[in-house]
């Protein structure tokens, strides 16, 4: 599975922005997928998750209420909604996929990676 995040950039305190994660080699639907995080000088952070049908989504404390995990199989693609942002969500956010359908907040689970795409929110 090919990964490739799109989205990224500099946004305003209180601004929006969308991430996109388009997945290529395999079927898509039997993965579960997740969004991860990583600021500088921190571990990389869990996000959000969805499951494989898109039914089951689980979040990190931090951004519920303010970010929506969604996926498209028949584009291959998730996406991360994240409305409400503020400086302390600036990281470069990874996508990645599981070989497994259920979704999970654990790195260690997920096979594969995308380079990642750099978000910045300016106070």
């Known amino acids: 599975v090919q990964l490739v995040e799109s989205g990224g950039g500099l946004v305003q305190a209180g601004g929006s922005l969308t991430l996109s994660c388009a997945a290529s080699?395999?079927?898509?639907?039997?993965?579960?997928m997740g969004w991860f995080r990583q600021a500088p000088g921190k571990e990389r952070e869990f996000v959000a998750t969805i499951s494989g049908s898109g039914v089951i989504t689980n979040y990190v404390e931090s951004v519920k209420g303010r970010f929506t995990i969604s996926r498209d199989n028949a584009k291959n693609t998730v996406y991360l909604q994240m409305n409400r942002l503020k400086p302390e969500d600036t990281a470069v956010y990874y996508c990645?996929?599981?070989?497994?359908?259920?979704?999970?907040?654990?790195?260690?689970?997920?096979?594969?990676w995308g380079q990642g795409t750099q978000v910045t929110v300016s106070s």
């Open positions: 990645a996929a599981d070989d497994m359908a259920a979704p999970t907040v654990d790195p260690q689970q997920y096979d594969y």
């Open positions: 080699g395999r079927t898509f639907r039997s993965n579960a």
